[in-house]
């Protein structure tokens, strides 16, 4: 049986999300390009993450062939994240328990 890739997977993270604890140093644009598991690709890195190194973050991402995007995390970051120019925008919320 041939296992067919997904249609798309655009809620990747990467080591640009080096602040994030359940991430691993292998995970990096490089290496979600050659794994090649879906049709469309994008890296969505949570935006306080990438402000400081939006500019690399772009260019790395978009180097690979892979869609740039963000996860925003609620109203704080949307209006700095709005004026990125990435290719789409992911948005989280938490709930409060």
Not at 26 to 43: C, L, N, S, Y
Not at 51 to 68: K, S
Request: a negative charge; aromatic letters at 10%.
């Amino acid at each position: 049986m041939e296992i067919q890739p997904f249609r798309q997977d655009l809620h990747i993270h990467t080591t640009f999300s080096c602040d994030d604890p359940s991430m691993v140093e292998a995970q990096t644009p490089e290496m979600v390009a050659q794994v090649k598991h879906a049709e469309v690709i994008g890296i969505s890195d949570h935006f306080e993450h990438i402000v400081e190194h939006l500019d690399a973050y772009t260019t790395t991402v978009a180097h690979y062939g892979l869609h740039v995007g963000t996860e925003v995390n609620g109203g704080h970051w949307a209006a700095e994240a709005a004026v990125g120019g990435l290719d789409y925008y992911l948005q989280h919320t938490t709930r409060p328990f």
